[in-house]
């Protein structure tokens, strides 16, 4: 589904350094030269130094300085908020771009950091008591794509804000940056806020900058999209951005279940996603020797109790799965409960490694996803949810001019979402009513059956009497 007419067009000022397209536009009409773009870049990224000094490092044309301190910013956005989840393995910066509107991004550290929440198989005791986990991965970090998303999934909280605008290039490189400012960042995962495949060209564009070496100088195996499924693009995906790794949201495996958990994935039906998934998956196999590295699609899998959690569900999901039992491998991730509209319950622990058996013994290779700062509402687009919830109690005068628009981009949204989630309501309803309809049945039958008993025994008296 291409972005709607709600998207507000983005006309930045001053423009994001990063963003390749408007460094290069404003070069090229000036007659500058496209190696100095590289080199102001590398002492931006590399350096953090600031767009006023570079001029007095490295030699670049005068007009180069006057173009970049005049039209353009180290960074257009701001970080505003910084949350530190209590175990130390998560830091969530919710990040204010230029129009005001806020995105998170989440960065998340594997190593010697201490998880509560982590599996108690998986945890390692200390003499003096204290839970360490081990990984010998890095920091990772978490980055939106968009400001709020259109895709609606049910469990999400971004999915309640609707579409409100596509991030530049430059919006996207600038998270990275903030995180870079925390912790040395080695992985990438497009999981934020937002459907990657639904801003496809500055998601690509941006995913240039993280590889290029003069830049980021990011592995692309170590940056994944992570999507529900935008076919067309899913299909374009290993070409565009060879090296890659994917991660689809799967959530069901039956296009029924699905589009009550994925409401928009009615416009792609599973057969076709699945289908472009494969191509992904024999493209992605040509350039593996290139990338040293065999990529498995991961199938992400919130899984959310009494909705996709039953043990029919499972073997449907097994063997769907099993032809591509080599090429992919599936991560459980237990529902984190967030700010939607139904009562939805995460799983038990005994619920979550019951279905990853049931997967498990079809041939497919399972994870389970550790929960990672959950005292800092770490779930997509919760922090932003929230606070934009406490800046509607405290408006400010900023948004006047704008207040139109959000008035009519919101009641748009809820009308749309009010419409996804009436299947999602009907299955909530189906699967609690079908106790409430036990208890009416038998009530009913107790009171057909006292009727009865009191007709017979006032026909008994009649016949007395006579
Ligand atoms: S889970 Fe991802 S695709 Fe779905 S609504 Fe949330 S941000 Fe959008």
């Not at 198989?121 to 990772?140: I, K, N, P, Y």
Request: aromatic residues 4%.
């Amino acid at each position: 589904m291409a972005s709607t007419a709600t998207t507000r067009r983005k006309s930045l000022h001053p423009l994001p350094i990063l963003d390749e397209t408007a460094l290069l536009e404003a070069f090229s009409a000036e007659g500058v030269k496209e190696r100095h773009a590289h080199t102001i870049w590398r002492h931006v990224v590399q350096q953090r130094e600031a767009l006023d000094s570079i001029h007095d490092k490295v030699n670049i044309p005068h007009k180069a300085h006057d173009i970049i301190t005049t039209r353009f910013a180290r960074t257009t956005s701001r970080v505003v908020e910084r949350s530190d989840s209590s175990d130390g393995s998560t830091t969530k910066l919710l990040i204010e771009l230029q129009d005001g509107r806020r995105i998170e991004t989440v960065i998340m550290r594997y190593g010697h950091v201490q998880l509560r929440s982590f599996p108690e198989q998986l945890q390692l005791r200390r003499d003096d008591g204290s839970v360490e986990f081990r990984s010998s991965r890095r920091a990772t970090v978490c980055i939106s794509s968009q400001v709020g998303c259109q895709m609606g999934c049910t469990f999400c909280a971004t999915g309640t804000m609707g579409l409100l605008s596509n991030l530049t290039s430059g919006e996207i490189l600038e998270q990275l940056y903030h995180a870079n400012g925390v912790e040395r960042i080695r992985n990438v995962v497009f999981m934020g806020m937002g459907e990657p495949l639904d801003n496809y060209e500055e998601v690509l564009k941006a995913i240039r900058a993280m590889t290029d070496a003069r830049r980021f100088n990011l592995s692309p195996t170590r940056i994944s999209i992570s999507t529900v499924g935008v076919v067309k693009r899913l299909r374009q995906l290993a070409t565009d951005a060879p090296g890659v790794s994917l991660a689809l949201s799967l959530h069901a495996p039956t296009q029924e279940l699905r589009s009550v958990i994925v409401p928009t994935s009615k416009a792609w039906p599973l057969e076709r996603i699945l289908e472009a998934t494969d191509h992904f998956i024999r493209s992605s196999k040509k350039l593996s020797s290139r990338y040293h590295k065999n990529q498995a699609v991961t199938m992400e899998y919130v899984l959310i109790s009494g909705v996709n959690s039953s043990e029919e569900t499972a073997h449907q999901l097994g063997k769907l799965l099993q032809p591509r039992k080599d090429d992919v491998c599936l991560n459980v991730i237990p529902y984190n409960p967030t700010d939607v509209p139904f009562d939805y319950q995460p799983p038990s622990a005994s619920e979550t490694e019951a279905f990853g058996s049931i997967v498990r013994s079809h041939g497919i290779t399972v994870t389970v996803r550790q929960e990672l700062g959950q005292d800092i509402a770490s779930a997509c687009g919760q922090l932003v949810v929230t606070r934009e919830k406490d800046r509607a109690d405290a408006p400010t005068s900023a948004d006047i001019e704008q207040a139109s628009v959000a008035r009519s981009e919101s009641r748009w949204h809820t009308t749309q979402f009010r419409r996804w989630m009436t299947p999602t309501r009907q299955l909530i309803k189906r699967e609690r009513g079908v106790g409430a309809l036990r208890w009416g049945v038998l009530g009913l039958s107790v009171a057909c059956c006292a009727a009865l008993a009191v007709g017979m025994v006032v026909m008994r008296q009649r016949r007395t009497v006579r």
